[in-house]
């Protein structure tokens, strides 16, 4: 009964470093998202896809990359961290956006 | 623009007393919208969800929430607050075909 899991829950980065947030699901969702979460700003979208091998922007795109290769897996990249990614980022997923995201547990980002 | 707006950012209820969390939303002439609840250090829970049929809608945690398409509201209400209830609560609205557009969030603490 996993559902969405996100790893790491915590991690700090220099500026300049790259990272992967991972993220899987094991409910065979075809919808996964990546939101951020920042104070007074509420959740916003970074990229999602629709399906394995199908990936879209969101709102707040750059600086971040994304690939789905398999339906399981939504892993987020960060090519060159900048103090302004420090967030929380959360992963989210569903068969059917009329039917609401099951979320992941999110992952602290700070970049310094 | 599409946009869900969630005009308080903080509220203080008495436990026992009854709650009500506005949320105004302006897209859509079918709106899909939702009811988000985050504990701390928390990922997101569905409460409840609309698209169509019966404007009172009921959730889990005894919540339940009323669409009103002539005030474009979706207010969120409970009719005794627990301590347990006190969390950051979103509002969400689907625009378009693949994202959920969530409001800032309300914050809501619970006195004894």
């Known amino acids: 009964n996993a559902g969405v899991t996100q790893t790491p829950k915590f991690q700090v980065l220099k500026t300049g470093q790259s990272m992967t947030l991972q993220c899987a699901q094991d409910?065979?969702?075809?919808?996964m998202s990546w939101y951020r979460q920042d104070p007074g700003m509420g959740l916003r979208l970074i990229h999602y896809?629709?399906?394995?091998?199908?990936?879209d922007q969101g709102e707040v795109p750059n600086g971040y990359n994304v690939s789905r290769s398999t339906t399981e897996d939504f892993p987020l990249r960060l090519l060159s961290a900048a103090p302004s990614q420090t967030s929380v980022y959360f992963c989210?997923?569903?068969?059917?956006?009329?039917?609401?995201?099951?979320f992941g547990s999110g992952t602290r980002l700070t970049v310094v | 623009a599409q946009s869900v707006t969630q005009p308080d950012i903080h509220i203080t209820v008495s436990e026992g007393a009854s709650l009500e969390l506005r949320c105004n939303y302006s897209?859509?002439?079918?709106?899909?919208l939702f009811w988000y609840v985050q504990s701390p250090g928390q990922g997101l829970q569905l409460l409840l969800k609309?698209?169509?049929?019966?404007?009172l809608v009921q959730g889990i945690k005894g919540f339940e929430a009323e669409f009103k398409r002539s005030q474009s509201s979706f207010n969120l209400r409970k009719p005794s607050v627990h301590w347990s209830d006190a969390a950051e609560y979103f509002c969400?609205?689907?625009?378009?075909?693949?994202?959920?557009?969530f409001g800032t969030g309300t914050r809501l603490t619970v006195i004894p």
């Open positions: 969400a609205h689907k625009t378009g075909a693949n994202n959920l557009f």
């Open positions: 897209y859509g002439a079918t709106p899909y």
């Open positions: 409910m065979n969702h075809e919808y």
């Open positions: 896809s629709v399906g394995a091998g199908i990936t």
């Open positions: 609309y698209f169509s049929g019966d404007t």
């Open positions: 989210a997923s569903t068969t059917d956006l009329i039917d609401g995201y099951t």
